[in-house]
């Protein structure tokens, strides 16, 4: 190999490092912090069940826009690492806001005005990686690697939390958006170095024109019930630990620790799996897999319950996340746009997880309600995603 090629290699050898190690970095502040959110509302703030449902819910209104806003707007320029910048500005701005504020309003307008500008990096992460042609198998890999951040990101935060207070985990997160504002600026300088400097914006059809069409309604519902059923989980896991089971806050970290370290395998074989059941069968055996788990979090009465049932936890999410992504990318052609739809299925999903959290955590049952709950949603979304499809095949049937 000549000099000059042996510089190229290294050259594109390092810009393919950049994108899984920006998702193992944004992976890690949000598994630093977004199962942390309720339980320091709780205890830094005196907030109620009812009270850190409405937080959840507003903070993420303000996801929503955001994420319907700022992708879409990158497709335009193709363009996806400058907005990638301002998630890491308003990720420092958020943490800091929180660790300072002193009254539960002021720690509310915080998640609203900042934290929802803060949360879309990771769908502007993948739709960077679509424009620029990756496969499908490597975006799998760098949700694989997303999940690996949640394998010492949960535990770590508890211990923080336990050691040195609440407000410790907020500045840990503000430490790594100042990181990520740094591998973000080096991302720039690769990426106009790279043959995709040049390459045009993506082209497809306009958001009106994908939202009529039954296909992305149907995909759309199924993934806002599987998202609210996740987001009230995790949100919740915490409390149900603490507040039913008796068991130290470490239990939590340790429980979703464990469910991101299955992920990973499940991830990785989920590409040949997929390729050779459909992405929609793969999705309705996780929905399955969810009810297991959310009927064992509902009865759980230990730890061992606990940390046993992630593996059927993990496989659900696998499959919603990873096979869910990759689909909104092959039924909308432009990859903001797929970005966004996907994470607002889990945004406007979050935003039905507040009532749900607040309804569950004010039941007989505690806040295991709020996992009968999940399984109630994750039975909902498999009914929309298998009924269209059970449909044709009827109608076909009697055609023939």
Sequence with gaps: MTPV????????????????????????????????????????????????????????????????????????????????????????????????????????????????????????????????????????????????????GPPFAAFLMGVLGQRSVLWVVAALGVLGLALTRVMMHAHATSPHANAAPPQGEPMGVALRRPEVLVLLGTFVALGAALNAAVSSLPLLVTGELGLDVEWSGIALGTCAALEIPILVLLGRITARFGPRRVVAVGCLAGLVYYAAMTLAASPVVLVVGQLPNAVFIATMSGVGLTLFQDVVGRPGLASSLFMNTTRVGAIVAGPVIALGGTSALGYSGVFLGCGLLVLVGMVVLVTPRLTRAATARRAA
């Excluded at 959110?37 to 993420?60: F, H, P, Q």
């Excluded at 806001?97 to 009254?103: D, E, I, Y």
């Excluded at 769908?123 to 949700?143: D, E, K, N, P, W």
Aim: charged residues 10%.
């Design 5 to 152: 090629a042996r510089s190229g290699f290294l050259a594109g050898h390092r810009r393919s490092l950049l994108v899984p190690s920006a998702a193992l970095l944004w992976g890690t502040q949000f598994a630093f912090l977004n199962p942390a959110i309720g339980i320091i509302l709780v205890s830094l703030y005196g907030a109620s069940a009812g009270e850190v449902g409405l937080a959840l819910a507003a903070y993420n209104v303000s996801g929503f826009v955001s994420t319907l806003v700022v992708p879409t707007r990158a497709d335009r320029r193709g363009d996806y690492l400058r907005p990638l910048l301002w998630c890491g500005g308003f990720t420092i701005a958020l943490t800091t806001a929180l660790a300072l504020a002193t009254t539960l309003p002021l720690a509310v307008l915080a998640l609203v005005a900042l934290g929802g500008p803060a949360g879309i990096a990771i769908g502007l992460l993948f739709a960077y990686q679509r424009h620029t042609g990756a496969s499908v198998q490597q975006i799998m890999r760098t949700r694989a690697v997303f999940s690996f951040a949640w394998v010492g």
